[in-house]
């Protein structure tokens, strides 16, 4: 299995004072294909990882390897052109936009990602209906429930086609029932040869995960 | 750019990480309008305080414009040339406890010496005759007592040149020249009402009217006049001819057809082409340069409005910067998820610099709309012409652009700035 994603040394720090030093000389591996979990209380430097590795955020020290590429020698427009056609975002308060169709919602990232104009109508439908949501492709996000707005949050993160799904807490808004739903969504996904790296603090949702890293006060740790 | 671009993407390849993007597919100046514009009507509200300052402004702005030009064609119309190429020079009159004179004296040669003039067109001398009480004047000879009393009209005395200098022409016969005038032949030209009422109509027959019992051979009828249209009612008869019949004693003024804008010079030169030793004691009266007038009551509404504008516009500008600012920093979620979703800086930039500068033209045209109506309406109560130029209405909406372009620069910045992290966590 060849790794997508290879972090090397990877310290992040945030100038003081005081300095706070977020990740501490980071090693990790993720092979294409993998489910992985990142698991660790709140400020234990979660969200830094998830920045950086989604290419939002730059390590102080160490290098970040994307599918081979150290992504500390792309420029601004090429970190955003990987965002758009490599990476896929699912964050714990939906982002979704109020004022736009659940349809419109999913088509907007393939603006930025250039996915052919002729296609773009087709792949939103079919993301919709992968998460079961056809049938709300002309509701607003205000009329869906938490669940729904996750699965349709979901259905605008894989439209483009990612090679890695990053999710920050994706089940946090949510009820049981409904983040149950959302999690066997990220099984297919990933079934499906997506790479998925999942941010959280829930034992229950990390353990769903093939492999599990934990993360405590900006240091690494393989969960066995 | 394109070079520049180039030459990064040499330092790191990434196609192995992102496949290239066709022309057609890649995030175009259309994307670009629709997504700054989607969401522009959300707030109606919030959109009409946005647009205010700017419809304030263009539409003062237009309307100034507007006014000025339409007050501009109202002068011209009021002044036409005939009346602005016109001199006329009389004695200042003093009044001596009751009775009355003329402090100066026009010389019987005045129109010749306003013709040295650069500038003088024509000139001729023009004065009432003073007839004594009880005479008449008729078309027959005899005093007939039975006939109805009727007000005897006035009698002008002037000089050969006075068609020239009132713009007029014969309806019949002809002028008299300045041989009549020299010899005090006893001619006279009638003036349109006064041949009605004498029932003269033709000439050719060579009819004569009585002056208190003296013949004057009728030698032509007057047409039409574009100045001095108290000619239509008198008998006119040569200077020469009133001096050696009435006893005229001087000229009560003198006429001069003059070129468009020789008014205010003529004015100073001529007194003292007539009475050089003693220049104050005629009066001229002489148009003010034509366009003086004009641009003195343009300026006047011009300057005002345009102040107007121009703060209402500043007030404008600042507004939509403002509420540019405001939903920046309340969609700061929206910014961030773009980011993320693959969008740059610039795109985003782009974004809100389009989104203020849609809200500038959507201001431009209402305020250019409002501002053509408001001249229409008071041209219509005032009963004038409205003169709008189109071109106005069309400056109104790119300037209207121009404010949003111009307000809108540096909340897009600010946009562009926003780091997703931040933006992501702000929640949304």
């Keep these: 299995m060849t790794a997508l994603i290879e972090l090397s040394d990877v310290t992040r720090s945030f100038p003081g004072p005081p300095e706070v030093q977020a990740l501490r000389a980071a090693n990790l591996s993720i092979g294409a294909g993998e489910y992985v979990s990142i698991i660790g209380p709140s400020g234990s430097g979660k969200s830094t990882m998830l920045n ?56 907007m990232p393939m603006t930025y990602s250039g996915v052919p104009r002729a296609e773009r ?17 002309d509701f607003f996000p205000g009329t869906l429930s938490g669940g729904e707005k996750q699965r349709v949050a979901i259905a605008r993160a894989v439209v483009s086609d990612p090679k890695l799904l990053l999710a920050d807490e994706p089940t946090g808004s949510l009820d049981q029932r409904t983040s149950g739903e959302v999690m066997e969504l990220f099984e297919d996904l990933n079934a499906d040869g997506l790479t998925l790296v999942i ?26 | 750019m394109r070079w520049r671009k180039k030459k990064r993407a040499a330092a790191v390849a990434i196609d192995d990480l992102v496949r290239p993007v066709a022309r057609g597919d890649r995030f175009s100046a259309s994307d670009l309008v629709s997504e700054a514009t989607s969401d522009i009507g959300s707030r109606p509200g919030r959109l009409v305080m946005t647009i205010l300052g700017t419809v304030l402004g263009i539409g003062s702005l237009v309307a100034t414009w507007g006014f000025a030009q339409t007050a501009a064609g109202q002068i011209s ?59 008449t004047i008729t078309s027959v000879p005899l005093n007939d007592p039975s006939a109805p009393a009727t007000a005897v009209p006035p009698v002008t005395a002037t000089s050969a040149d006075l068609l020239e200098v009132v713009g007029g022409e014969m309806q019949t016969g002809r002028m008299f020249d300045a041989g009549h005038d020299a010899r005090g032949d006893r001619v006279a030209v009638l003036g349109t009402r006064v041949a009605q009422k004498l029932n003269i109509a033709r000439v050719d027959s060579q009819p004569s009217i009585f002056i208190g019992g003296t013949s004057y051979a009728v030698i032509g009828i007057l047409g039409d006049v574009q100045t001095n249209g108290d000619l239509r009612d008198a008998v006119i008869i040569p200077t020469g001819t009133a001096r050696h019949d009435f006893g005229l004693v001087a000229p009560a003024q ?41 641009a003195a009551v343009q300026g006047d509404v011009n300057v005002v409005f345009l102040i107007v504008g121009a703060v209402s516009l500043l007030a404008g500008g600042l507004g939509i910067a403002n509420v540019t600012l405001l939903s920046v920093t309340e969609r700061t979620g929206e910014i961030g998820l773009r980011r993320a979703l693959g969008a740059t800086r610039r795109q985003i930039a782009a974004q809100f610099t389009v989104e203020s500068i849609v809200i500038g033209v959507l201001g ?65």
């Design chain 2, 254 to 294: 003198v006429i001069a057809h003059i070129a468009v804008g020789a008014g205010p010079q003529i004015a100073e030169q001529a007194p003292l082409a007539l009475a050089s030793d003693d220049p104050d004691s005629l009066k001229v009266r002489a148009p003010k340069a034509g366009s003086t007038l004009g």
């Design chain 2, 77 to 135: 119309s009021q002044f036409n040339q005939a009346a602005s190429t016109q001199v006329s020079i009389e004695p200042e009159t003093a009044s001596f406890g009751e009775s009355s004179g003329a402090l100066g004296r026009i010389p019987w040669d005045a129109p010749e010496r306003l013709g040295r003039l650069a500038g003088v067109e024509g000139a001729a001398l023009l004065s009432d005759v003073q007839l004594a009480d009880g005479v």
């Design chain 1, 121 to 137: 109508a087709e792949r939103a439908a079919y993301a919709l209906d992968r998460v079961g949501l056809a049938h709300r492709r």
């Design chain 1, 199 to 224: 941010i959280t603090h829930d034992q229950a949702v990390a353990e769903r995960a093939a492999r599990s890293v934990r993360i405590s006060d900006g240091r690494l740790s393989e969960v066995e």
């Design chain 2, 364 to 428: 431009g045209l209402i305020g250019a709309a409002l501002g053509v109506l408001a001249v229409v309406g008071v041209a219509a109560i005032q009963q004038w012409t409205a003169v709008v130029d189109p071109f106005v209405a069309v400056a109104g909406v790119v300037v209207g652009a121009l404010v949003g372009w111009v307000s809108g620069s540096y909340p897009a910045r600010r946009a562009s700035l926003i780091e997703p992290i931040t933006a992501l966590r702000a929640g949304g």
């Design chain 1, 52 to 107: 950086i590795l989604g290419l939002l955020d730059r390590p102080t020290v160490g290098e970040y390897s994307l599918g081979g590429t150290p992504t500390s020698k792309l420029t601004e427009d090429q970190r955003a052109a990987v965002r758009a056609q490599v990476i896929g975002f699912v964050f714990q308060s939906f982002h979704l936009m109020s004022r736009r169709s659940v349809f419109d919602n999913v088509m």
